[in-house]
């Protein structure tokens, strides 16, 4: 029997969420030279992590805990600039638990299980949390995990794996897990060859989407097991699951079931935008007229921190030397008195006279010269282009340049371009 929407909140209250927030994102290349994936701008005004808090704190699981490791200055600085909102006297906050050898001290956090095991005693200390719920902090989507906690509860089993379906052809990408007809999980395999299919789907698989859901006391002792284990990765979906389910102890929860704010008739809403590709689309895709993640949505609304800005000011009004945007997102504190199409632009980015912005992802503070053009291209935080500079129309001289996906996307950053500057480039002097 389905429970009612307080009876689900009780639930979330009894949780304790664990976000893994660690990872470098090696694949988004340059971008995480300075800051971890999960920290990563996405959208306009957000961080990728922004994404699985916001879920927990509109799911009513109020008690979290972001595990960090690589570089995670700008991570933690986001969280506390944004996340301190929470109220310890109604039992609710977010545990900041970068690496700290708190069991073994000549050990960091070795994986994403012992990320978890190093702050068991945390948890415990607490008292009150019977549900563990593990999440990945790099994810774009919306879900809603008190659903997740109700199926997990109503199956008997002690381990539940949030998964989605994706083209068995993808596959091999992901954790994946073979399911009998009740969504038993007979089997976890990380990145197969051969994907195993859905049962009556022979051309989908069950992909793993880092979503993790134990009875507390039944991690707590997998884990405890796994730390004593020296041949383990101490990784979850490396040996935590399929130790779960070698046991019989796990069941797959379909992310249809608690997706939140799809489009009618479409697909349930998740990305893994850990690729410049990925992460090129995912947010020019917000610039349509109604895109398949639904921003606006007032009844789910995704929390961040953005500082107190003016709004967004287009200037001029003549011939040739108008700002203008078309279907482009912009955020507080720009000023445009160039032309932006099918653009995303973060906080306080100026762009000057004359410049042409199409199809590109521009970071805050970014600065576009007189004159430049830009075509399928992330700018990175702080960049400024110089006047005159032309990226995304040379293949080649951008793959020399910048960084040059097999797409065309063009990843622009400050080091590229002093690289640039002290080499002489013959598209402008980079002085305004």
Same mark, same amino acid.
């Given at each position: 029997? &389905?429970?009612?929407?307080?009876?689900?909140?009780?639930?979330?209250?009894?949780?304790?969420?664990?976000?893994?927030?660690?990872?470098?994102?090696?694949?988004?290349?340059?971008?995480? *030279?300075? &800051?971890?994936?999960?920290?990563?701008?996405?959208?306009?005004?957000? +961080?990728?992590? *922004?994404?699985?808090?916001?879920?927990?704190?509109?799911?009513?699981?109020?008690?979290?805990?972001?595990?960090?490791?690589?570089?995670?200055?700008?991570?933690?600085?986001?969280?506390?600039?944004?996340?301190?909102?929470?109220?310890?006297?109604?039992?609710?906050?977010? *545990?900041?638990?970068?690496?700290?050898?708190?069991?073994?001290?000549?050990?960091?956090?070795?994986?994403?299980?012992?990320?978890?095991?190093?702050?068991? $005693?945390?948890? +415990?200390?607490?008292?009150?949390?019977?549900?563990?719920?593990?999440?990945?902090?790099?994810?774009?989507?919306?879900?809603?995990?008190?659903?997740?906690?109700?199926?997990?509860?109503?199956?008997?089993?002690?381990?539940?794996?949030?998964?989605?379906?994706?083209?068995?052809?993808?596959?091999?990408?992901?954790?994946?897990?073979?399911?009998?007809?009740?969504?038993?999980?007979?089997?976890?395999?990380?990145?197969?060859? $051969?994907?195993?299919?859905?049962?009556?789907?022979?051309?989908?698989?069950?992909?793993?989407?880092?979503?993790?859901?134990?009875?507390?006391?039944?991690?707590?002792?997998?884990?405890?097991?796994?730390?004593?284990?020296?041949?383990?990765?101490?990784?979850?979906?490396?040996?935590?699951?399929?130790?779960?389910?070698?046991?019989?102890?796990?069941?797959?929860?379909?992310?249809?079931?608690?997706?939140?704010?799809?489009?009618?008739?479409? $697909?349930?809403?998740? &990305?893994?935008?850990?690729?410049?590709?990925?992460?090129?689309?995912?947010?020019?895709?917000?610039?349509?007229?109604?895109?398949?993640?639904?921003?606006?949505?007032?009844?789910?609304?995704?929390?961040?921190?953005?500082?107190?800005?003016?709004?967004?000011?287009?200037?001029?009004?003549?011939?040739? +030397?108008?700002?203008?945007?078309?279907?482009?997102?912009?955020?507080?504190?720009?000023?445009?008195?160039?032309?932006?199409?099918?653009?995303?632009?973060?906080?306080?980015?100026?762009?000057?006279?004359?410049?042409?912005?199409?199809?590109?992802?521009?970071?805050?503070?970014?600065?576009?010269?007189?004159?430049?053009?830009?075509?399928?291209?992330?700018?990175?935080?702080?960049?400024?282009?110089?006047?005159?500079?032309?990226?995304?129309?040379?293949?080649?001289?951008?793959?020399?340049?910048?960084?040059?996906? $097999? &797409?065309?996307?063009?990843?622009?950053?400050?080091?590229?371009?002093?690289?640039?500057?002290?080499?002489?480039?013959?598209?402008?002097?980079?002085? +305004?």
């Amino acid at each position: 029997m &389905r429970r009612s929407q307080t009876e689900r909140s009780q639930l979330s209250k009894r949780a304790y969420a664990f976000v893994l927030a660690g990872g470098r994102g090696s694949r988004l290349k340059q971008m995480t *030279d300075v &800051r971890c994936k999960p920290a990563v701008y996405f959208g306009g005004k957000f +961080r990728i992590i *922004d994404f699985a808090l916001s879920n927990c704190l509109n799911s009513d699981i109020r008690r979290m805990g972001v595990l960090t490791q690589y570089k995670s200055h700008s991570l933690l600085r986001h969280l506390q600039r944004g996340w301190t909102f929470l109220k310890p006297e109604f039992n609710e906050f977010m *545990d900041l638990l970068p690496a700290q050898q708190r069991i073994d001290e000549n050990a960091w956090y070795r994986g994403t299980a012992d990320a978890v095991y190093q702050n068991i $005693e945390i948890v +415990r200390g607490y008292g009150g949390a019977d549900y563990i719920v593990v999440l990945a902090g790099d994810h774009v989507y919306k879900m809603d995990y008190r659903i997740a906690l109700e199926y997990h509860v109503a199956s008997g089993k002690p381990c539940t794996v949030g998964c989605i379906e994706v083209p068995r052809s993808e596959a091999t990408e992901f954790g994946v897990m073979a399911v009998d007809t009740r969504n038993h999980i007979t089997a976890f395999l990380e990145k197969p060859a $051969e994907p195993p299919s859905m049962p009556g789907k022979p051309h989908s698989s069950l992909a793993s989407m880092g979503i993790y859901i134990f009875d507390a006391e039944y991690l707590y002792d997998i884990l405890t097991a796994d730390a004593r284990d020296e041949s383990s990765a101490h990784d979850f979906g490396r040996n935590i699951v399929p130790t779960a389910v070698a046991r019989g102890d796990a069941i797959a929860h379909p992310f249809e079931l608690s997706s939140v704010g799809g489009m009618p008739g479409g $697909e349930a809403y998740w &990305r893994d935008v850990g690729t410049l590709d990925a992460y090129w689309e995912a947010n020019i895709d917000l610039t349509a007229t109604t895109p398949a993640l639904n921003l606006y949505d007032t009844d789910w609304p995704i929390w961040t921190h953005q500082e107190q800005l003016p709004p967004a000011k287009f200037v001029h009004n003549w011939q040739n +030397r108008r700002g203008m945007a078309i279907e482009s997102l912009v955020s507080g504190g720009c000023i445009i008195s160039g032309q932006l199409h099918r653009s995303l632009l973060f906080s306080k980015c100026r762009v000057h006279s004359y410049t042409s912005v199409a199809d590109s992802v521009l970071l805050p503070e970014v600065e576009v010269g007189r004159g430049a053009r830009l075509n399928r291209c992330i700018v990175d935080h702080g960049c400024k282009i110089p006047e005159g500079m032309v990226i995304g129309e040379n293949h080649d001289l951008d793959a020399h340049r910048f960084s040059r996906t $097999e &797409r065309g996307i063009t990843l622009v950053t400050r080091q590229m371009l002093a690289r640039i500057d002290g080499q002489g480039d013959g598209q402008g002097s980079g002085q +305004r």
